[in-house]
């Protein structure tokens, strides 16, 4: 949890001198309808992805407590290409947090599990799912075309990635040694299960410890999204919203260093519609839950730095592409 605090902190640094900055260059006079547009913008985001993080939060939650890695393990089919959409399907059943799902993860690759399945599994289960699939549908209820463009791109790069990465690492070791064993505490607070006899108790407890790590960065997410649209008319960012190949660059960026959680990133992605276009908000929906700032913190503990190297150049590689083509294809 440390090292998220930093990473919140440092973000947070970063978001006052941007205050800071639209102070200085857009005058005092200006000041208050931007921050009246602001609220706007931020409030509505936050009210509107609040159920869906406590619903991902509770799934979550009980999914942490009464669902083992072994039965995961047992389900997903060996058989190489079925195996592989078995496993990028798993997520409709078990909907985990991408903040959870890294030790899973690891934990299953060293019971047998061969790599490029643990990975489809690990980039697929937090975009295929029925609570994220939900809150996509509910924030773009007036395109809803992006439910089916972002479970169906998610559920390709996710396979997509999984064989590659299968094929480059061959039977190389990817696990890294030492790793902080199951009480390893990742950012958003998933992995940091409560032990309790009561169940019931022990759910609530790990419900509350999630929904409130998670917030955190809906917050910073809403902040810097409401940030970027009152900025849109500045020259500073003209560049980009006029090139939708920088655009989805930029969105894909955004989506690495926000660390938003899939229950509500669809919300924040959404407010970037007015300005980016849909390509790159594809992308901002994709990357995120397959690899973001928080994640690659995770990553590191987990696996062997080449590998991680590997896998986030194949990953960046694929939504850049997969983006590239909605694009192409007039999305």
Do not use: H, W
Not at 131 to 157: E, H, N, P, W
């Amino acid at each position: 949890m440390r090292g998220s605090s930093a990473i919140f902190a440092a973000l947070a640094l970063g978001i006052i001198a941007y205050l800071m900055y639209v102070c200085k260059t857009m005058g005092l006079d200006m000041v208050a309808k931007e921050v009246g547009d602001f609220s706007i913008i931020f409030i509505s985001i936050i009210l509107d992805s609040i159920p869906f993080i406590i619903i991902g939060s509770i799934v979550s939650a009980v999914i942490q407590l009464f669902i083992s890695e072994e039965f995961i393990e047992k389900i997903i089919p060996k058989n190489s290409m079925i195996g592989y959409i078995g496993a990028a399907l798993i997520g409709i059943i078990f909907p985990v947090c991408e903040c959870a799902i890294v030790p899973i993860t690891r934990r299953l690759i060293k019971k047998g599990v061969p790599v490029g399945l643990g990975i489809t599994f690990m980039l697929s289960v937090p975009i295929v799912n029925p609570v994220v699939i939900m809150s996509t549908y509910y924030a773009f209820y007036d395109k809803q075309s992006m439910v089916l463009i972002r479970t169906i791109g998610g559920f390709a790069c996710a396979i997509i990635i999984g064989i590659i990465v299968n094929a480059i690492q061959g039977n190389e070791e990817c696990l890294a040694n030492g790793f902080l064993t199951d009480d390893y505490y990742c950012s958003c607070g998933c992995n940091s299960i409560v032990d309790c006899d009561n169940k019931l108790i022990a759910l609530i407890e790990n419900t509350n410890r999630e929904f409130m790590d998670i917030t955190r960065y809906l917050i910073l997410g809403a902040a810097l999204s409401s940030m970027f649209q009152i900025a849109e008319s500045k020259v500073a960012f003209t560049f980009i919203t006029e090139n939708k190949v920088l655009a989805i660059v930029f969105m894909m960026f955004l989506g690495f260093a926000l660390s938003l959680c899939s229950e509500a990133d669809a919300f924040v992605g959404k407010s970037f519609l007015e300005t980016y276009s849909f390509s790159g908000v594809v992308g901002f929906l994709l990357i995120g839950p397959m690899l973001d700032l928080k994640n690659l913190i995770m990553l590191t503990g987990a696996f062997k730095k080449e590998f991680i190297s590997k896998l986030s150049f194949v990953t960046l590689g694929v939504v850049f592409i997969v983006s590239c083509i909605f694009m192409i294809c007039g999305v």
